[in-house]
């Protein structure tokens, strides 16, 4: 009798736990069911990249997770405190979800701000992916930012670089990168990027850091393919973990999103839990005419005030 318990008592739990699953696999799993979009219907396609007649100098403005958080003011407000900007950079998790109500509500506060019109460059984020055990990209990404399509040979995603006179910007998409063959091409291709960047500034956009800024938020395989590698990039903007760092050449940033609280297993050079966005100049402010400078600047989301800069040796 005793041994029918043991294995009835057992098999009852795991099957409970079975039909558990089943039900509960939308909330655990799966995407939640997408709002119902009632506004007017808009096109997905944000901005051109800047093209191969782009100045030496360049200014950009760099935001990291916003979380359809930034309203058409927002904007209004970030274009009015760099009115020289020549594009932005956004580090993932621009969106909420990766369901095409979320695009739209991006798109209804972006259009018609101060800053539509400007070049966008993007990495997608987690949120842009949707839920369950196989992650997949939101088809919208395709539609609404353009890219080139120079990335990792078969690996799908957003992951490309883009060249201009003074810098070469490479955008990596981290979160195919659990699945072995991803991360070794992704590595692989990433190597040969920063080799062959002919001088320029090396600046690479990615949304999983590979120095945590908040608690529990480690990532161990990012740390352990890119430390390395991205430590000879001249910059690493990166976003995630809401909460703004720095450990030269990492940063990472915090725009809009949730704060995190802050838990860090070595000593980084600067920290804060605030809302942050940066501005990235090439060019400026160079005393030397044979030299191109690098300089990163980061403001406070809420009133502009300056918190951190770095002037960028080139490697």
């Given at each position: 009798?005793?041994?029918?318990?043991?294995?009835?008592?057992?098999?009852?739990?795991?099957?409970?736990?079975?039909?558990?699953?089943?039900?509960?696999?939308?909330?655990?799993?799966?995407?939640?069911?997408?709002?119902?979009?009632?506004?007017?219907?808009?096109?997905?396609?944000?901005?051109p990249?800047?093209?191969?007649?782009?100045?030496?100098?360049?200014?950009?403005?760099?935001?990291?997770?916003?979380?359809?958080r930034?309203?058409?003011?927002?904007?209004?407000?970030?274009?009015?405190?760099?009115?020289?900007?020549?594009?932005?950079?956004?580090?993932?998790?621009?969106?909420?979800?990766?369901?095409?109500?979320?695009?739209?509500?991006l798109?209804?506060?972006?259009?018609?701000?101060?800053?539509?019109?400007?070049?966008?460059?993007?990495?997608?984020?987690?949120?842009?992916?949707?839920?369950?055990?196989?992650?997949?990209?939101?088809?919208?990404?395709?539609?609404?930012?353009?890219?080139?399509?120079?990335?990792?040979?078969?690996?799908?995603?957003?992951?490309?670089?883009?060249?201009?006179p003074?810098?070469?910007?490479?955008?990596?998409?981290?979160?195919?990168?659990?699945?072995?063959?991803?991360?070794?091409?992704?590595?692989?291709?990433?190597?040969?990027?920063?080799?062959?960047?002919?001088?320029?500034?090396?600046?690479?956009?990615?949304?999983?850091?590979?120095?945590?800024?908040?608690?529990?938020?480690?990532?161990?395989?990012?740390?352990?393919?890119?430390?390395?590698?991205?430590?000879?990039?001249?910059?690493?903007?990166?976003?995630?973990?809401?909460?703004?760092?720095?450990?030269?050449p990492?940063?990472?940033?915090?725009?809009?999103?949730?704060?995190?609280?802050?838990?860090?297993?070595?000593?980084?050079?600067?920290?804060?839990?605030?809302?942050?966005?940066?501005?990235?100049?090439?060019?400026?402010?160079?005393?030397?005419?044979?030299?191109?400078?690098?300089?990163?600047?980061?403001?406070?989301?809420?009133?502009?005030?300056?918190?951190d800069?770095?002037?960028?040796?080139?490697?």
């Amino acid at each position: 009798m005793r041994r029918w318990i043991k294995i009835l008592i057992p098999t009852l739990l795991l099957a409970g736990g079975v039909v558990l699953c089943v039900i509960r696999w939308q909330v655990w799993f799966g995407m939640p069911a997408e709002p119902q979009w009632t506004g007017d219907t808009l096109d997905y396609v944000f901005s051109p990249l800047i093209t191969d007649s782009t100045p030496q100098a360049l200014d950009l403005v760099v935001l990291g997770d916003i979380h359809n958080r930034l309203s058409r003011a927002d904007y209004d407000t970030l274009a009015a405190r760099v009115p020289q900007a020549d594009a932005l950079v956004q580090v993932g998790d621009w969106m909420q979800r990766g369901q095409n109500y979320y695009y739209q509500l991006l798109l209804r506060e972006w259009t018609n701000s101060e800053i539509f019109g400007m070049p966008v460059m993007a990495c997608p984020g987690n949120h842009e992916y949707s839920k369950g055990i196989h992650k997949t990209l939101s088809p919208v990404w395709d539609y609404a930012f353009s890219r080139p399509h120079n990335g990792p040979l078969g690996v799908p995603g957003a992951s490309y670089y883009i060249d201009y006179p003074s810098l070469r910007l490479i955008a990596i998409d981290t979160n195919p990168l659990i699945r072995m063959v991803y991360l070794t091409r992704t590595l692989t291709w990433l190597r040969t990027a920063m080799e062959t960047a002919e001088g320029r500034y090396v600046v690479v956009i990615m949304h999983h850091p590979v120095f945590s800024a908040a608690k529990g938020r480690f990532n161990s395989l990012i740390y352990l393919a890119f430390r390395r590698a991205l430590g000879e990039a001249d910059l690493v903007l990166s976003g995630h973990d809401h909460s703004y760092m720095r450990r030269t050449p990492f940063i990472v940033l915090n725009t809009s999103g949730p704060l995190k609280p802050q838990r860090f297993h070595y000593k980084p050079e600067v920290t804060d839990t605030v809302q942050v966005y940066g501005v990235l100049s090439i060019g400026h402010d160079s005393t030397d005419q044979h030299a191109v400078p690098m300089i990163f600047r980061v403001y406070r989301l809420s009133d502009g005030q300056a918190i951190d800069s770095l002037y960028v040796e080139h490697n």
